[in-house]
């Protein structure tokens, strides 16, 4: 409930402190008199857009402070809780309009933007009128009126979480088609190049072996022919021949020669034994080295093979092995995407048909809603002197989406026999009036912690139609707070508190003032609005009669 307004130099006024109250608030005043001033600077401390020139002549800056009481489950909790703003039992909004135009907003003394005052005052404040686009004129926000109306939350949750189930079993199938659309697409190569992988079956490391091994047979083949010569020379026709005929000539003299052989014997002996080692290792070498010539060349062409392919698909040669497992996988998911196809399609039209499901309950509750609203609608129409008008909320179909399949317009036809159309283009401006007041009254059946302000909503009806309204906005404030700005002096005698709005002019200087009425004043208040600048003693008499009820 909004508790108080503070303005200071905003336009016409310098110094302003209002208290509302709960209940039915009036503000009557002159025309002229600066009643739209306060609800310009209420909507500019809310965020709304507005006049770009708020900013009182001479003064530095405007200032708008308005305070609201929150109760424990008030939504704006949930806004503030979201914007990291200090939470309490008073929320507090204050925003400051430089001369120059910069905006800076607070909420509960922390700075804070445009944009969460916009979502507070959403939950904070309702605005109608003749020119509100905001509210129930907006044939774009008629569904979301007819959900609250027909306690739909529950279903609209079960069709949203439904909607989002189909598109992403959607977005799945189309995914898993065209990734095998892309993989059909290349078919052939995918099973040439596996074929001519498995065919030369590369593995990690082999190329670097194959290269080694090349090296070698070809070292073999520069080096053979002089380890051969070696051997010849180290053998039975070289220095082992020769030794042996060393050792066995000295070996014939030694027993002639007193010992003095012996000792060369012996070194002759370990040197034939060196030799012969070195004789066996170097024909081990010539045996290793040994190699048929068609390996050399069955090694060069498988080297050269696996290089080949590496360069073709362009990877290491080490990768070849991996790459085939992965053109594999393409292949084996390419010969199982049917059967994924055909799951992902089952899928989809179970998801389609909960969809379905869910759609057609919420468009159930939706008409049986929209009956007992058009009959609710006749109802109050009846009081506001509109028993002839028609009042019918139409549901159409819609493409599908997150909110069913429905399309909600609220028409109106105000005429028997005459055409129906929507709301904000058939009615003249005071059945307008009338038809957004008792569609307020109907779509408001509890305390939503809204403070609803209507604008001159009275325009064009007096009399007893007058007098309807009055009274469906008194019916209205008796479950939250209204404001109402009103020319209507009927409207004015059913208010709870009255305030008068003022303009004074003091040298090149007007301001603008709003005065609270006592009793005595609001019979003068309602006299002048009955009879004009000229205060009679039957106005006076007539307004008493009105206050009376």
């Known amino acids: 409930m909004l508790r108080g307004l503070d303005i200071r130099d905003m336009l016409l006024i310098d110094r302003l402190e209002l208290t509302f109250r709960p209940g039915l608030n009036v503000l009557t005043g002159e025309t002229g008199a600066g009643k739209s001033i306060l609800l310009d600077s209420l909507g500019f401390v809310l965020g709304w857009r507005g006049r770009a020139e708020l ?44 001369a120059d ?46 959900d609250q109306f027909a306690n739909s939350e529950a279903a609209l ?15 799945a199938l ?77 070996d014939a003299a030694a027993a002639q020669a007193e010992g003095m052989l012996d000792a060369p014997l012996e070194s002759l002996t370990r040197a034939m034994n060196e030799l012969a080692e070195a004789e066996q290792g170097v024909i081990a070498c010539l045996d290793a080295l040994e190699f048929d010539p068609h390996a050399l060349e069955a090694t060069e062409e498988r080297l050269f093979a696996i290089r080949a392919l590496a360069r073709k698909h362009g990877v290491l040669a080490d990768d070849l092995s991996a790459l085939a497992d992965d053109l594999r996988a393409r292949l084996t998911a390419l010969d199982a995407g049917t059967e994924d196809l055909a799951r992902l399609q089952r899928e989809v039209a179970a998801a389609e048909a ?29 009081p506001l002197k509109m028993e ?8 159409t179909p819609a493409e599908p989406g997150p909110d069913g399949r429905d399309s909600v317009d609220f028409t109106v036809a105000t005429n028997p026999g005459a055409p129906a159309g929507p709301l904000a283009k058939i009615a003249s401006g005071g059945e307008l009036s009338r038809f957004l007041l008792a569609l307020k009254v109907c779509l408001t059946r509890s305390d939503t912690g809204l403070t609803l302000i209507f604008d001159e909503i009275d325009r064009g009806v007096g009399g007893a139609t007058a007098d309807a309204v009055g009274r469906r906005l008194s019916a209205l404030a008796e479950g939250q707070q209204v404001l109402v700005v009103t020319h209507s002096p009927q409207v004015a005698a059913l208010g709870q508190h009255h305030w008068r709005v003022e303009k004074t002019v003091s040298g090149d200087i007007t301001t603008s003032n709003v005065v609270p009425l006592n009793a005595a004043q609001r019979v003068d208040e309602i ?14 008499g007539a307004a008493a009669k009105l206050l009376m009820g």
């Open 55 to 98: 900013v009182r002549q001479g003064a530095s800056q405007g200032e708008v402070t308005a305070w609201f009481d929150l109760p424990p489950d008030h939504p704006a909790r949930t806004i503030l809780d979201d914007a990291g703003v200090p939470v309490s039992d008073e929320l507090i909004l204050r925003r400051i309009n430089t």
């Open 101 to 146: 135009g910069r905006k800076t907003a607070f909420v509960n003394d922390r700075r804070t933007s445009g944009e969460v005052l916009r979502a507070l005052s959403d939950t904070l404040v309702e605005l109608h009128g003749q020119h509100d686009d905001r509210g129930l004129l907006n044939p774009r926000g008629h569904m979301a009126l007819l």
């Open 157 to 171: 949750v079960a069709t949203r979480a439904a909607w989002r189930a189909w598109f992403v079993a959607r977005r």
């Open 174 to 250: 189309a995914e898993a088609e065209q990734a095998l659309a892309a993989i059909r697409a290349e078919e052939d190569y995918l099973r040439h190049a596996v074929d001519e992988l498995d065919k030369l079956s590369p593995e990690p490391g082999e190329e670097a072996a194959l290269d080694a091994e090349r090296r070698r047979m070809q070292g073999a083949e520069r080096i053979r022919e002089g380890i051969l010569n070696a051997v010849r020379a180290l053998g039975a026709d070289g220095a082992e021949g020769q030794m042996t005929d060393a050792a066995r000539w000295l």
């Open 354 to 382: 909960g969809f379905a499901g869910a759609a057609v309950a919420l468009s159930d509750l939706r008409r049986a809603a929209a009956i007992r609203l058009d009959s609710a609608m006749a109802g109050e129409l009846a």
């Open 388 to 395: 002839r008008a028609v009042f019918e909320t139409r549901i």
């Open 527 to 540: 006299a002048r609005m009955l009879s004009g600048d000229v205060v009679t003693d039957e106005a006076r």
